[in-house]
């Protein structure tokens, strides 16, 4: 099957620290991807894991442990042009990306 | 200019009608993706192409068509449009050389079937 979860909405303050939780259950796996989508834009790619740990890039991180089936993003020092959806999204055995619904982030002043 | 074109980029049309959406890319990519994506739902692949002889069904073919008329060109086709195919479509390329092979993303189509 293909599941894969991660919440609906976050809220979050200017200049602080979020972390955006994704699970997902399958038999095969190549990686797994974090995009960034801004309303009415298209997704933008932010991140890849396909070894456990951490990847660091810049303000943004994002975590994989494949024998737990989860992955998280984290965002420091949050500004405003944040505000975004953040979609999770899994490489199958077919080399095809299964799509989280994505979480709407919000950060305010 | 953008790497990845989508046209139109809005559309209303009727139920029944035969719809074309376009796409074209400039980033000399092999793999090229139709998806489509509703409110509250991911996105959903629709039809894939891994190069100009290979045309691959998604999750959700039904009711869809498409054409890959060169390595720069992908064409999904509703053949008779139907109400529930009204979303945000859109389309995307990757890289098979790199090791992520990210997908790059048009600016969409919205659809509108009435």
């Known amino acids: 099957g293909q599941n894969i979860d991660q919440p609906t909405e976050m809220t979050a303050t200017e200049g602080a620290i979020v972390q955006i939780n994704c699970t997902y259950q399958t038999s095969g796996f190549n990686g797994l991807f974090w995009y960034q989508q801004h309303a009415g834009e298209a997704p933008t790619f932010l991140s890849y894991?396909?070894l456990d740990g951490l990847e660091e890039k810049g303000r943004f991180s994002s975590f994989l442990s494949r024998s737990k089936g989860y992955s998280y993003l984290l965002l420091k020092e949050l500004q405003m042009k944040d505000s975004a959806s953040y979609l999770c999204?899994?490489?199958?055995?077919?080399?095809?990306?299964?799509w989280g619904a994505g979480t709407k982030l919000i950060i305010k002043p | 200019d953008a790497d990845v074109t989508q046209t139109p980029r809005n559309r209303i049309t009727k139920t029944g009608k035969r719809i074309m959406l376009e796409c074209s890319q400039t980033?000399?990519?092999?793999?090229m993706y139709w998806y489509r994506q509703d409110p509250g739902l991911g996105l959903r692949l629709i039809y894939y192409s891994f190069d100009v002889k290979d045309i691959n069904k998604g999750e959700i073919s039904d009711g869809y068509s498409v054409s890959r008329q060169a390595q720069a060109k992908f064409s999904l086709s509703l053949e008779s449009a139907i109400p529930n195919q009204t979303a945000l479509y859109f389309c995307?390329?990757?890289?098979?050389?790199?090791?992520?092979?990210?997908?790059?993303f048009g600016p969409g189509t919205r659809l509108t079937v009435l």
């Open positions: 999204a899994y490489m199958d055995s077919n080399y095809q990306l299964i």
């Open positions: 894991n396909v």
């Open positions: 980033k000399g990519h092999d793999r």
């Open positions: 995307a390329t990757s890289d098979l050389e790199r090791e992520s092979d990210e997908q790059f």
